[in-house]
């Protein structure tokens, strides 16, 4: 069995991974003895599940809605979906506590490291890093208030139909008020209103009510339907290895996303398969190079593919680096030194890769 982390976090999630890099800089000195102190990532896999959930409430009046409004969809019962909208996969670099090295600087040099706040490294001799370029994180929403929450539904109760005791005759009066509310509207359109309003601004406001009271009316006798978005996420580390296909959430078509183990949802599974795995550099003749003396660790990561399946078919794929499935090698820390033309470096912060190295100048 593959051995991985898997976290699974609340919904409505504020959000994450974030961008930005909080940075530390370290300088090579006599106090640290010229050796700098970091960790090399692992690849983490952030996945999000946007999931779609829409509830339906019958109104008052339903009974009543095709007698009085023609209506013959009306909402007659409570009900409530949830759908999988959309998945987004994310890889993010965590420090790998098997993975603490010491780069080693020449005595009375000042090379300095760029740290993320997690220690990994950033980059050598330079303030620059690489830019992530991560993509759009679905949000979390609430559902819109309804025509019946809105400020305008106790408005359009009239002080008869409040003081009714009879469904039948608080539905026959609603129906009237919608019609009375069309008319209204009609005249003031068609310029025939006893007081009109005063200008083009007043007009749209008054308009705006009369439609918000008559869409209050026409819900209870329709209903209501709302939808909101939950967002949730888990966090899933492979190893070397990958990860066979997995049980990491569950969907219910009641309530979206679950807990792995709530059996009230349908299994979504996760693998992560290694397509390539990192090497070590070789020279000319073949022979694999050595990782020189106090060098300046990076990962070399492989490459995967990683699926996410629901129901028996594939809902989002993504081929990543991945870190663990990788070697790690040096850079020679004279590099960095080098009193005419000192070098600089620059590295993934997912994976640990050596992006650019060139002349600090």
């Given at each position: 069995m593959n051995k991985y982390i898997l976290i699974l976090a609340a919904a409505a999630l504020s959000g994450l991974p974030a961008t930005a890099q909080t940075s530390q800089k370290l300088t090579a000195g006599k106090a640290s003895e010229y050796g700098l102190i970091y960790t090399l990532p692992a690849t983490a896999l952030d996945i999000y599940f946007e999931a779609e959930v829409s509830e339906e409430h019958p109104g008052e009046f339903h009974n009543y809605a095709r007698r009085h409004l023609g209506i013959n969809d009306a909402v007659t019962a409570d009900s409530r979906q949830a759908t999988l909208k959309s998945v987004t996969i994310v890889p993010r670099g965590?420090?790998?506590?098997?993975?603490?090295?010491m780069a080693q600087f020449k005595a009375g040099?000042?090379?300095f490291m760029l740290l993320s706040a997690d220690n990994l490294p950033l980059s050598v001799n330079t303030e620059d890093v690489v830019a992530i370029d991560s993509p759009e994180i679905p949000e979390a929403s609430a559902a819109t208030p309804t025509a019946?929450?809105?400020?305008?539904?106790?408005?359009?109760v009239t002080a008869e139909m409040a003081r009714s005791s009879s469904t039948s005759k608080r539905a026959e009066l609603a129906a009237q008020r919608i019609f009375e509310l069309r008319e209204t509207r009609s005249d003031i359109l068609s310029g025939q209103a006893d007081n009109p309003p005063a200008d083009g601004q007043a007009m749209q406001l008054v308009l705006d009510n009369l439609s918000a009271q008559e869409a209050a009316l026409t819900a209870m006798f329709a209903g209501t339907n709302s939808s909101r978005t939950d967002v949730d996420h888990i966090t899933i580390v492979p190893d070397s290895t990958g990860m066979s296909e997995t049980i990491v959430a569950r969907l219910s078509a009641v309530e979206g996303i679950l807990p792995a183990d709530n059996l009230a949802g349908a299994p979504i599974t996760v693998s992560v398969k290694?397509?390539?795995q990192g090497v070590m550099p070789v020279m000319e003749n073949g022979a694999t190079k050595t990782f020189p003396k106090g060098g300046v660790a990076y990962n070399i990561p492989g490459r995967a593919l990683v699926t996410v399946n629901y129901a028996g078919r594939k809902i989002a794929e993504k081929e990543i680096a991945l870190a663990q499935a990788g070697v790690v090698f040096g850079l020679d820390p004279k590099l960095f030194t080098d009193k005419k033309e000192p070098a600089k470096a620059l590295f993934d912060p997912t994976t640990g890769a050596l992006v650019e190295l060139g002349p600090a100048n």
């Open positions: 965590i420090p790998n506590p098997d993975k603490r090295y040099t000042t090379p019946l929450e809105s400020p305008a539904a106790a408005q359009a290694i397509l390539e």
